[in-house]
C-alpha cells in the first residue's frame, strides 16, 4: 500500500505563485510515474503534470505549459508542484497519484493506482 499526503495549498492573488508537494509513504519502491491532476467543482479531474521515473521525463498539461514545474525529492519521497504566474482559472482541488504498473497514458487518471486526499489551491482575480 502506499499513502500520499498533498499540501500547500491556499488563496493567491492572480499572477503569484504556490508550491505544492506531495508526500509518500509505504511502499514506493515501484512507483513508475507520479502526478498532479486537478478537479475544479464541476467539472471532470484533469491532467496537470508527471513525471516518469524510467526515463526522468517530465509532462505537462497544455493549459499549464510554461508556467507549472514539476520535480522530485527523492530522498525525502516527494513530488513537487512549483505554480507560476497563477490564473483564476487554475483554482481547484489539486491531487497527487502514484501510477506502479506503467503501460503509457501519464495524462488517464485511470491509470493511477493512488490518489492523496487533495489540497484546494484557490486564485482570486
Known amino acids: 500500500q502506499v499513502q500520499l499526503v498533498e499540501s500547500g495549498g491556499g488563496l493567491v492573488q492572480a499572477g503569484g505563485s504556490l508550491r505544492l508537494s506531495c508526500a509518500a509513504s509505504?511502499?514506493?519502491?515501484?512507483?513508475?510515474?507520479m502526478a498532479w491532476f486537478r478537479q475544479a467543482p464541476g467539472k471532470e479531474r484533469e491532467f496537470v503534470a508527471a513525471?516518469?521515473?524510467?526515463?526522468?521525463?517530465?509532462y505537462y498539461g497544455d493549459t499549464v505549459k510554461g508556467r507549472f514545474t514539476i520535480s522530485t525529492d527523492n530522498a525525502k519521497n516527494m513530488v513537487l508542484l512549483q505554480m507560476n504566474s497563477l490564473k483564476a482559472e487554475d483554482t481547484a482541488v489539486y491531487y497527487c497519484?502514484?501510477?506502479?504498473?506503467?503501460?503509457?497514458?501519464?495524462?488517464?487518471?485511470?491509470?493511477?493506482?493512488?490518489w492523496g486526499q487533495g489540497t484546494q489551491v484557490t486564485v482570486s482575480s
Open positions: 509505504g511502499r514506493t519502491s515501484s512507483t513508475a510515474v
Open positions: 513525471f516518469r521515473y524510467s526515463n526522468k521525463n517530465a
Open positions: 497519484g502514484i501510477a506502479v504498473n506503467y503501460r503509457g497514458g501519464y495524462y488517464l487518471r485511470t491509470i493511477y493506482d493512488y
